[in-house]
Protein backbone atom coordinates (compact mmCIF):
# COMPACT_ATOMS: atom_id res chain seq x y z
CA UNK A 1 0.00 0.00 0.00
CA UNK A 2 1.45 3.60 -0.93
CA UNK A 3 0.76 4.97 2.49
CA UNK A 4 1.50 2.18 4.97
CA UNK A 5 2.75 4.02 8.74
CA UNK A 6 1.37 7.53 7.10
CA UNK A 7 -0.65 9.67 9.20
CA UNK A 8 -3.25 11.66 7.56
CA UNK A 9 -4.97 14.73 8.92
CA UNK A 10 -8.56 15.44 6.64
CA UNK A 11 -10.79 18.17 7.56
CA UNK A 12 -14.56 18.47 6.32
CA UNK A 13 -15.10 15.16 6.23
CA UNK A 14 -18.68 15.18 5.35
CA UNK A 15 -19.98 11.96 3.18
CA UNK A 16 -18.72 13.78 0.14
CA UNK A 17 -15.37 14.62 -1.29
CA UNK A 18 -13.59 14.78 1.92
CA UNK A 19 -15.19 11.45 3.53
CA UNK A 20 -14.39 9.96 0.22
CA UNK A 21 -10.62 11.33 0.10
CA UNK A 22 -10.40 9.94 3.73
CA UNK A 23 -11.90 6.80 2.95
CA UNK A 24 -9.04 6.09 -0.11
CA UNK A 25 -6.23 7.51 2.14
CA UNK A 26 -7.41 4.97 4.53
CA UNK A 27 -7.42 2.21 2.18
CA UNK A 28 -3.73 2.97 1.23
CA UNK A 29 -2.70 2.46 4.64
CA UNK A 30 -2.90 5.51 6.21
CA UNK A 31 -4.36 5.90 9.79
CA UNK A 32 -6.95 8.82 9.37
CA UNK A 33 -7.37 11.85 11.59
CA UNK A 34 -11.24 12.80 10.43
CA UNK A 35 -11.84 16.72 11.46
CA UNK A 36 -15.23 18.80 10.99
CA UNK A 37 -16.85 20.83 12.65
CA UNK A 38 -19.73 19.06 12.69
CA UNK A 39 -19.62 16.40 15.35
CA UNK A 40 -21.74 13.34 13.18
CA UNK A 41 -19.25 14.11 10.07
CA UNK A 42 -16.22 13.80 12.18
CA UNK A 43 -17.06 10.86 14.09
CA UNK A 44 -19.49 8.63 11.76
CA UNK A 45 -16.00 8.98 9.09
CA UNK A 46 -13.86 7.78 11.47
CA UNK A 47 -16.22 4.89 12.52
CA UNK A 48 -16.46 3.70 8.65
CA UNK A 49 -12.96 3.57 7.70
CA UNK A 50 -12.65 1.68 11.15
CA UNK A 51 -15.50 -0.85 9.83
CA UNK A 52 -13.79 -1.30 6.78
CA UNK A 53 -10.70 -2.02 8.74
CA UNK A 54 -8.48 0.91 9.02
CA UNK A 55 -7.16 3.17 12.11
CA UNK A 56 -8.72 6.95 12.68
CA UNK A 57 -10.23 9.12 14.69
CA UNK A 58 -12.95 11.38 14.63
CA UNK A 59 -11.51 15.27 15.70
CA UNK A 60 -14.45 18.30 16.25
CA UNK A 61 -12.82 21.17 14.83
CA UNK A 62 -13.57 24.81 14.02
CA UNK A 63 -10.66 25.51 11.49
CA UNK A 64 -11.29 28.76 11.87
CA UNK A 65 -10.47 28.73 16.20
CA UNK A 66 -6.58 28.77 16.03
CA UNK A 67 -6.62 27.46 19.70
CA UNK A 68 -8.80 24.61 18.10
CA UNK A 69 -6.74 23.51 15.41
CA UNK A 70 -3.97 23.51 17.77
CA UNK A 71 -5.58 21.12 19.99
CA UNK A 72 -6.79 19.05 17.23
CA UNK A 73 -3.00 18.45 15.89
CA UNK A 74 -2.25 17.92 19.38
CA UNK A 75 -4.97 15.07 19.29
CA UNK A 76 -3.29 13.59 16.38
CA UNK A 77 0.20 13.42 17.39
CA UNK A 78 -0.57 11.58 21.18
CA UNK A 79 -3.35 9.22 18.94
CA UNK A 80 -0.32 8.10 16.18
CA UNK A 81 2.94 9.58 17.20
CA UNK A 82 2.77 12.58 14.00
CA UNK A 83 1.13 13.29 10.93
CA UNK A 84 2.50 13.12 7.74
CA UNK A 85 -0.08 13.91 5.52
CA UNK A 86 -2.68 17.10 5.56
CA UNK A 87 -5.79 17.43 3.25
CA UNK A 88 -6.89 20.88 3.55
CA UNK A 89 -10.99 20.23 2.54
CA UNK A 90 -12.99 21.84 5.02
CA UNK A 91 -14.64 24.77 3.22
CA UNK A 92 -18.05 26.57 2.46
CA UNK A 93 -19.85 26.07 -0.55
CA UNK A 94 -22.14 28.58 -2.37
CA UNK A 95 -22.58 32.21 -2.00
CA UNK A 96 -23.85 35.47 -4.07
CA UNK A 97 -23.12 38.12 -6.27
CA UNK A 98 -20.48 41.65 -5.47
CA UNK A 99 -23.66 43.64 -5.41
CA UNK A 100 -25.81 41.45 -2.83
CA UNK A 101 -23.09 39.65 -0.38
CA UNK A 102 -23.21 40.44 2.86
CA UNK A 103 -20.61 41.66 4.81
CA UNK A 104 -20.86 38.75 7.60
CA UNK A 105 -21.16 35.82 4.95
CA UNK A 106 -18.26 37.27 3.14
CA UNK A 107 -16.10 36.97 6.06
CA UNK A 108 -16.95 33.77 7.21
CA UNK A 109 -16.67 32.22 3.51
CA UNK A 110 -13.03 33.86 3.59
CA UNK A 111 -12.10 32.90 7.03
CA UNK A 112 -13.51 28.96 6.49
CA UNK A 113 -12.04 28.55 3.22
CA UNK A 114 -8.62 30.35 3.12
CA UNK A 115 -7.98 31.50 7.04
CA UNK A 116 -8.55 27.73 7.85
CA UNK A 117 -6.36 26.61 5.26
CA UNK A 118 -3.87 28.74 6.64
CA UNK A 119 -4.23 27.72 10.12
CA UNK A 120 -4.43 24.15 10.01
CA UNK A 121 -1.18 24.09 7.33
CA UNK A 122 0.92 26.15 10.05
CA UNK A 123 0.27 23.94 12.85
CA UNK A 124 0.82 20.63 10.60
CA UNK A 125 3.74 22.13 8.99
CA UNK A 126 5.55 22.82 12.76
CA UNK A 127 5.00 19.23 13.73
CA UNK A 128 6.01 17.69 10.48
CA UNK A 129 9.20 20.28 10.95
CA UNK A 130 9.88 18.78 14.19
CA UNK A 131 9.72 15.29 13.29
CA UNK A 132 11.87 15.95 10.13
CA UNK A 133 10.84 13.04 7.94
CA UNK A 134 8.99 15.42 5.97
CA UNK A 135 5.35 15.52 4.44
CA UNK A 136 2.43 16.30 2.11
CA UNK A 137 -0.13 19.11 2.02
CA UNK A 138 -2.88 18.79 -0.41
CA UNK A 139 -5.27 22.18 -0.89
CA UNK A 140 -8.54 21.43 -2.25
CA UNK A 141 -9.72 23.98 -4.83
CA UNK A 142 -12.04 24.37 -7.66
CA UNK A 143 -12.46 25.30 -10.86
CA UNK A 144 -14.16 28.14 -9.49
CA UNK A 145 -11.05 29.42 -8.24
CA UNK A 146 -9.92 29.53 -11.80
CA UNK A 147 -12.68 31.22 -13.15
CA UNK A 148 -14.92 33.77 -12.80
CA UNK A 149 -18.40 32.90 -11.90
CA UNK A 150 -21.66 35.17 -11.64
CA UNK A 151 -23.30 34.77 -8.08
CA UNK A 152 -20.38 33.65 -6.30
CA UNK A 153 -17.85 36.05 -5.72
CA UNK A 154 -16.77 34.58 -1.86
CA UNK A 155 -16.26 30.91 -2.83
CA UNK A 156 -14.56 32.07 -6.07
CA UNK A 157 -12.59 35.08 -4.57
CA UNK A 158 -10.97 32.35 -1.73
CA UNK A 159 -10.18 29.28 -3.87
CA UNK A 160 -8.25 31.68 -6.34
CA UNK A 161 -6.24 32.91 -3.18
CA UNK A 162 -5.60 29.21 -2.40
CA UNK A 163 -4.07 28.87 -5.28
CA UNK A 164 -1.36 31.32 -4.52
CA UNK A 165 -1.46 30.12 -1.00
CA UNK A 166 -0.26 26.84 -1.71
CA UNK A 167 2.92 28.07 -4.06
CA UNK A 168 3.77 30.46 -1.49
CA UNK A 169 3.88 27.81 1.05
CA UNK A 170 5.40 25.42 -0.55
CA UNK A 171 8.20 27.37 -1.38
CA UNK A 172 8.29 28.25 2.55
CA UNK A 173 8.30 24.65 3.33
CA UNK A 174 10.73 22.96 0.68
CA UNK A 175 13.88 23.39 2.95
CA UNK A 176 11.72 20.45 5.24
CA UNK A 177 11.00 18.07 2.93
CA UNK A 178 7.54 18.99 3.15
CA UNK A 179 5.55 19.24 -0.17
CA UNK A 180 2.33 21.40 -0.80
CA UNK A 181 0.34 21.37 -3.76
CA UNK A 182 -3.14 21.65 -4.98
CA UNK A 183 -6.22 19.57 -6.12
CA UNK A 184 -8.84 21.18 -8.41
CA UNK A 185 -12.49 19.37 -8.51
CA UNK A 186 -15.22 20.10 -10.44
CA UNK A 187 -18.90 19.89 -10.31
CA UNK A 188 -18.93 16.39 -8.53
CA UNK A 189 -21.27 13.31 -9.43
CA UNK A 190 -23.88 13.35 -5.81
CA UNK A 191 -24.04 9.88 -6.51
CA UNK A 192 -21.14 8.52 -5.09
CA UNK A 193 -21.56 10.95 -1.85
CA UNK A 194 -25.32 9.79 -1.56
CA UNK A 195 -24.45 6.06 -0.86
CA UNK A 196 -21.61 7.00 1.32
CA UNK A 197 -24.01 8.98 3.34
CA UNK A 198 -26.16 5.63 3.58
CA UNK A 199 -23.42 3.55 4.76
CA UNK A 200 -22.46 5.67 7.71
CA UNK A 201 -26.34 4.82 8.66
CA UNK A 202 -28.16 8.19 7.29
CA UNK A 203 -31.02 8.51 5.73
CA UNK A 204 -30.32 8.81 2.00
CA UNK A 205 -30.55 12.78 1.58
CA UNK A 206 -32.92 14.03 -1.20
CA UNK A 207 -32.08 15.55 -4.36
CA UNK A 208 -32.77 19.67 -3.96
CA UNK A 209 -33.30 21.68 -6.61
CA UNK A 210 -32.91 22.17 -10.65
CA UNK A 211 -29.14 21.40 -11.19
CA UNK A 212 -27.25 22.69 -14.30
CA UNK A 213 -26.26 19.09 -16.86
CA UNK A 214 -22.67 19.81 -16.11
CA UNK A 215 -22.29 16.41 -17.92
CA UNK A 216 -22.96 18.15 -20.87
CA UNK A 217 -20.56 20.39 -20.48
CA UNK A 218 -18.04 18.47 -19.40
CA UNK A 219 -15.65 16.83 -21.96
CA UNK A 220 -15.32 13.73 -20.54
CA UNK A 221 -19.03 13.46 -20.67
CA UNK A 222 -18.82 12.31 -17.10
CA UNK A 223 -18.51 13.78 -14.33
CA UNK A 224 -16.01 12.97 -11.31
CA UNK A 225 -16.45 11.29 -8.21
CA UNK A 226 -14.66 11.81 -4.61
CA UNK A 227 -12.80 8.51 -5.33
CA UNK A 228 -11.28 10.33 -8.32
CA UNK A 229 -10.26 12.94 -6.29
CA UNK A 230 -8.98 10.52 -3.75
CA UNK A 231 -6.60 8.77 -6.19
CA UNK A 232 -5.39 11.92 -6.86
CA UNK A 233 -4.49 12.67 -3.28
CA UNK A 234 -3.33 9.35 -2.88
CA UNK A 235 -0.52 9.87 -5.40
CA UNK A 236 0.28 13.77 -4.26
CA UNK A 237 0.87 12.22 -0.41
CA UNK A 238 2.81 9.49 -1.96
CA UNK A 239 6.55 8.93 -2.58
CA UNK A 240 5.67 8.77 -6.25
CA UNK A 241 5.32 12.49 -6.14
CA UNK A 242 8.36 12.97 -4.46
CA UNK A 243 9.27 15.91 -6.97
CA UNK A 244 6.41 17.32 -7.23
CA UNK A 245 6.01 21.13 -4.84
CA UNK A 246 4.01 23.69 -5.70
CA UNK A 247 1.35 22.53 -8.34
CA UNK A 248 -2.01 22.15 -9.07
CA UNK A 249 -3.65 18.84 -10.10
CA UNK A 250 -7.01 19.41 -11.82
CA UNK A 251 -9.06 16.26 -11.83
CA UNK A 252 -12.05 18.27 -13.74
CA UNK A 253 -12.76 16.08 -16.71
CA UNK A 254 -10.92 18.66 -19.14
CA UNK A 255 -13.43 21.20 -18.01
CA UNK A 256 -11.01 23.88 -17.68
CA UNK A 257 -8.83 23.01 -20.72
CA UNK A 258 -12.45 23.37 -22.33
CA UNK A 259 -12.51 26.25 -25.00
CA UNK A 260 -14.91 28.54 -23.86
CA UNK A 261 -18.14 28.21 -26.13
CA UNK A 262 -17.86 24.69 -27.05
CA UNK A 263 -20.58 22.50 -25.33
CA UNK A 264 -19.48 18.73 -25.90
CA UNK A 265 -22.67 17.58 -25.38
CA UNK A 266 -24.01 19.37 -27.96
CA UNK A 267 -22.00 17.23 -30.38
CA UNK A 268 -19.94 18.50 -33.08
CA UNK A 269 -19.59 22.53 -33.92
CA UNK A 270 -18.51 24.43 -36.27
CA UNK A 271 -15.20 26.92 -35.24
CA UNK A 272 -16.14 29.84 -33.46
Not at 59 to 84: I, L, S
Not at 98 to 119: A, C, H, K, Y
Not at 162 to 189: E, Q
Request: with cysteine.
Amino acid sequence: MKLAGKVAVVTGTSPNIGGGIAQGLADEGARIVCVDVAADNAQQCAEWIERRGGESLGVVCDTTDEAQVEAMVTRARDAFGGVDILVNNAGILGGQSVLDMPLERWTRQISVNLTGTFLCTKHVARVMVEQQRGGSIIVIVSTAGHQGQAGNIGYGTSKSGLLNFTRAAAMDLAPHRIRVNSLTPTATDVEEGLERAVAWGRARPERRGRLLDFRKMIPTGQLPSPRHYARAAVFLASDDAEMITGFDLRVDGGALAKYWPWIPGDGPRERE
